[in-house]
Each structure stands twice: as C-alpha cells, then as structure tokens.
C-alpha cells in the first residue's frame, strides 16, 4: 500500500493507497478531534486548504456523540462529509490524559468519562471495535503512554504490555473486517512504538512490532516533556529499525522545525494541534516566523497575514481586520487564523515533498528554518 | 434612485440604484454589528447565501476599531471585503440601549462607552462624520429611541427633538459628501420616523419628514415592546404618509411573520439579529417552522435541515451532525446554523419578490404561514 518513490538522505518521499485515495507523504494530518476542526472550519473548507488526511479521536467520538450513533450513520466519512483519508487514534493517549481516576490490567484500561464521569472500560478489542465502527481509514493500536519519566522497570513492562495489546489488536481488526455489517472492511492498523528515551527499548521494541507486518508504523510517546534534542536522538536511532517500506509516523508533533528535522529522519506522517491551537491564540505561521496579530503594530495594516501565500484568508483579508476581530473576539477571527495556520502546515508539506523529490532536502530545510529565526515575534 | 417595479395591494417591489450596485427590495440586510456576521461567517460566505446587503453598528465599530482606523483602511468595504451595499445604523439605538449612563441634550447625548467606561459625545454631526469615515452605502440620521412605554408629552418632544437632528443630519452629510477626503462622496441618508405607538404623533412626523426629500425612510422605535398587532397597526396607519416613490425600512424586525406582515404593508428593508441569534442557540427556520436541532429526535436523522434548501449547508450536512456539533459545543455548528438562517431569510425575501410581481403576494403569504403554523417545536 505504501510506495516509496524517492529518498533524500533518510528522508522519505511516498505515497499511501487507500481506499479513501492515495496519500502523498510526507503528510500533515488536521485534526478534527470531535469529528470538526476547531474554529469553525468545515469540511468543505478543507477542500481548498490542501489537506489530505483528518484525524480524530476515538475517545471523544466514543464519548460523544458515540461511535454507534456514528455507525448508524453510516460512518465518519459520511457523518463529517469528508470523502479521503480519515485516521483515528487508539483512544488511549486521551484515557491517559484526559480520563479521570484508571486503572490499568491486563485486559484493558478503567476509567471515567471526562464529560460526565461514568464509568467505561477501554481494552485493545474495544478500541478496535470503536474504530471499527468509526469506519476511518487508518486505525491506531490501544497502546498504554506511558508517563514521562518513567523507571526503566515500568517503561519496560509498560512496552511489554503494549506489544501483547498490538496483538490483540491486530487480531480483532482482522476479525471485524471480515464482518458483514463492517463499513470500511479495509481498515488499516498502525502499530505504535514506545519506550521513552530509553534508546534499547525503543529500539527492541522497534524489532518486535516490525515482525507484526502492519499497515504501517507510529512514535508515540514523545513530545511529553522531554528536549527536542532527546526526542530527534530517539527518532533517528529507532527509524532504522522500523521497516524502510512502511510508513512511519510521528505522533502528536509538532511545531514547523520539529516537523522539517523529523522529515530529514524519516518519518512520513505528522499530526499536532499546535496551528490550530495557536491561531485562537492569535499566533499566525509564516515563513518568516510567527506573528501576534494581536500586536498593536497590526492595526492599520493591510497586508495579509503573509505577502505571497496562497490560502482563502490571505487572499482576501488584511492583519488590520483579522486584529479587529480577534479583539472584538469575533468568531470569524479565530476561523481565518486557524485556516491560514493549518494551510501554512499543508503547504509546507507540500514544498517538503519537492524538496525530496528533487534531492535538496537539506538545502531546503535550512532556508526554511533560516526564515523561521527572522521571527517577528 | 428608488424604482417601483411592481405593486401588489400595497406591498412593493422595487429597486434600490446605489454606487455599490443594485438592491432588489423587499430585502433583508444581515446583520454584522462589528463589520462581522457573527457565527464565524465572511464576507465570502455571504456571496452564496444571497445576502444583498451588510449591515454594521455605528456605535460598535466607532468604539472599536474606531471609525478613524476603518477610515484609514480604505472604508468599510474595503475593510471586511465586501463590494456590495452597506448600511450603517446611526449608533444611536445602541447609545440608548447598550450604553451607561447617558445625558440627552439639545446638541446630542453624552454617555459611557460600554467597553472601557470613557466618555463619549454623540449628536447628529457626530454620527454623519463616523458614518462618513465608516463610507458606508446608505447612512442612518442620528435620532433618539424614546423608551416604550412613555409619555405623550415625551414622546412629542423627543420626535421633534429628533426632527432638528435630522435636518442637521442633512446638512452635515451634505457638506461630508463635497470633502476632497470623503471615501464615499454618494453615501445617502434614510430619516427614521417616530413617535411609538401614538398615531397622530408618527403620522404628523412622517409627514415632516418626508418634506425634507431624503434617499429613504424608516420606521424606528417598533418591535420595542408592544405587541405585534399595535406594531402592524402603526405600520399601517404610518406608511401612507411616507413617499411612495422611495424605500422603507422597518428597523430591527423580525421574525418570518413580522416580515410577511410588514411586506404587505410596503415596507422595502429589514434587520433583524433573529437569524443568527436563534441559529447560535440550535433553533433552525424552516417552510415549516422552527426546528430545535438540540431535541434528541435529530440524534440520528441523516437528513438536511430542511429538504429541498439550496443553502451551503443543507447541500452538505445532515441534521444529526449539526446537533452533534452544537451537543459538542463546536463553533462549527454555530457557523452552519447562522449559514442555514441566514440563507433562510435572503431567499424567502427572494421568493417575496417573486410572488409580489406576478401578483400573488396575499396568497403566497398565507401558504407560507401555514407552512410555519405546522411547526415542528
């Protein structure tokens, strides 16, 4: 399902097959926890924002409205009206994030709803059964995210358990699939490597998982605290252990440099809620680093958000008006900050792609990165 | 500038010339108090929502971002990026409404603002001179909202209080339109009629005011309190005494009823924040009444929120996501209500147009009120 059709150091430049259509990766994919992208962007919006791939999450969905509810109607692609890619994740990092008082055994996870505090069970079968239902594209095995640090001892036990979950995961996808009243009967599992900054774990790991032949390979569990040098260390020394022809992803990361250093390692796949979270703030991403619109300086400017950028908010609305609204705390403020963001993200992406494709990755990277440190903040 | 198309018993169709372009009336104007329309929708939205005309809060936008800043920008058009006609209320109605403590006198009103407590003076040089910074297509004369109920001898004072603020209106918009730095030198003033609910008062006033040939006339101080059959009556009885041959507005009204009503009595313009009010809290207008999206009888309902509705919305999303969006506390679901509303209302006036040239108004009115009587809430 995964091609890969060039490569640039260790960066990866592929392509995906689905049944909702083909992937180009390196890929940033949008997340839309609850079946809606914050800030009021629609589906229909992301027709013109160049994304290729939505997330969301099993757990929220699960809670509300529930993934039954979203079954009956046919599935998230139909529930959502967004036709291509769709990964959910496992639910697990939510449980472990999110969830008030659990317990975890071998079975599974207990916990309490985050919306009203019932009690719920999520297992690896369970949440393959809520993804199941969810019918996405790409579901995420039920692994544990382990907290950050963990003892050597527990992380280890913790990766134990989280490979014995993969196979059961792997098990009970396989059996829903084959189910008639399965809506999306290619759903495709990606296996998820932990292990913290332990270097040998990870990389043990990294082996046993590999040996599973999954559809394709995710990082979890970083990001959560420790240095970005620590993070690029772990990322560089497990991707060797991780099959060159699978696609790999990179949970839950991260920011324009830490996607453009983790590409250049080569992961395929990215996902954060930093452009949309930031743009409710009022911080736009530009090439030439991050900008307040907040800032008074912005008050009677008429220049777009970024001179040159192609996205539905710089072609037509101005740093004074975005300003004007996010003080007036309208609405549509935070709608023009999140789609400039999130296309800023697609868009780079996309030159990334290029870049690989034409062996100039490193040259690339470094530009990028040299119009980032301009900063206007 | 006013051309009467066609008439239907006293209901009229007609056509509004202005430099932003042409304005088909009967029309609805969609409200954008802060030179937004709430909801999280744009300018570029309104184009296929068959919204003709904008309408923006004086008093708002010259608090914040302040009618010099707006002025700077190019005017309001130019600012929220929309080339078709704007009208500006007077800032009057939210100084009466909104405002703190306030001092009416001969020269105007003094008062606080209602953003950051400072004082601010307001009387009809005032406003024409926002209005005139704001450039909007048709300005509002400065006039005072009398409370409902007052007192005869209040009320008398006030409307003539308010007939010498309208001729200084004329005169300074005049003078605006002749200076060199004047965005809009062609911005036009519409008088507003008063006097509540006393009769003799509002027609005697009508008849005063339309003497002094202005581009329109409206009816302000209705849908204050009383009820909507002493409002139809003052419509009715008012009308008579206000020029044919230019447009009416009936200000801030109203629901689906009080427009069917108001159209037969010729009113040409409406505003109303009923659409987008109404939208925020999950009640939806349809042919058949309003629709609560919150009720759990839509939890699974695939279906638009109203079949056959060319809206962006009802093309695309089904009724069990809407309310999943508004359950979850989206803005997303805020922004498809105020979308389906809003569009709702353009095309009922759209259809108003219709039935009055092939003069069938009465019994297209009746159908469409039955339609509402079958209510669904």
Request: hydrophobic share 35%; charged share 25%.
């Amino acid at each position: 399902m995964y091609k890969l059709l060039a490569k640039d150091g260790r960066a990866k430049r592929g392509e995906f097959h689905t049944v909702h259509g083909t992937i180009q990766t390196p890929v940033f994919m949008n997340v839309g926890t609850t079946a809606a992208i914050k800030g009021a962007v629609s589906t229909q919006d992301l027709q013109e924002m160049k994304t290729q791939v939505e997330l969301s999450n099993t757990y929220h969905l699960h809670v509300r409205p529930g993934d039954e509810v979203i079954k009956k109607l046919g599935g998230l692609h139909k529930f959502m009206v967004w036709d291509k890619p769709i990964l959910t994740d496992s639910g697990g990092f939510q449980v472990f994030s999110l969830a008030g008082l659990r317990k975890i055994k071998e079975e599974g996870v207990y916990f309490n709803s985050h919306v009203d505090g019932r009690k719920i069970f999520m297992g690896p079968e369970e949440s393959m059964r809520i993804q199941s239902n969810l019918a996405s594209t790409i579901a995420m095995a039920f692994d544990e995210c382990p907290p950050h640090p963990a003892e050597r001892s527990y992380m280890q036990d913790s990766v134990d358990r989280t490979t014995r979950w993969l196979i059961r995961c792997r098990e009970e996808l396989n059996r829903l699939n084959t189910l008639e009243d399965t809506i999306n009967k290619n759903q495709m599992l990606f296996g998820i490597n932990q292990g913290g900054t332990y270097r040998d774990i990870r990389i043990e790991h990294a082996k046993r998982i590999s040996e599973l032949d999954l559809n394709g390979y995710a990082l979890g569990g970083l990001a959560v605290g420790e240095s970005h040098a620590e993070m690029y260390y772990i990322i560089e020394e497990t991707m060797p252990y991780l099959p060159l022809e699978k696609p790999t992803y990179l949970m839950g990361v991260g920011t324009p440099e830490n996607i453009l250093e983790s590409v250049e390692r080569g992961v395929d796949f990215f996902d954060c809620v930093y452009p949309a979270r930031n743009g409710r703030h009022g911080h736009a991403y530009t090439n030439h680093g991050k900008m307040n619109l907040l800032n008074a300086k912005y008050e009677l400017d008429s220049a777009p958000i970024e001179e040159g950028c192609g996205c539905p908010v710089c072609r037509h609305y101005s740093r004074a008006y975005i300003r004007h609204l996010l003080k007036a705390k309208e609405m549509l403020g935070l709608r023009l900050m999140v789609t400039h963001n999130l296309y800023f993200y697609n868009n780079m992406m996309e030159e990334i792609r290029g870049a690989i494709e034409e062996q100039r990755y490193a040259e690339y990277k470094k530009n990028k990165l040299n119009g980032f440190a301009q900063g206007e903040e």
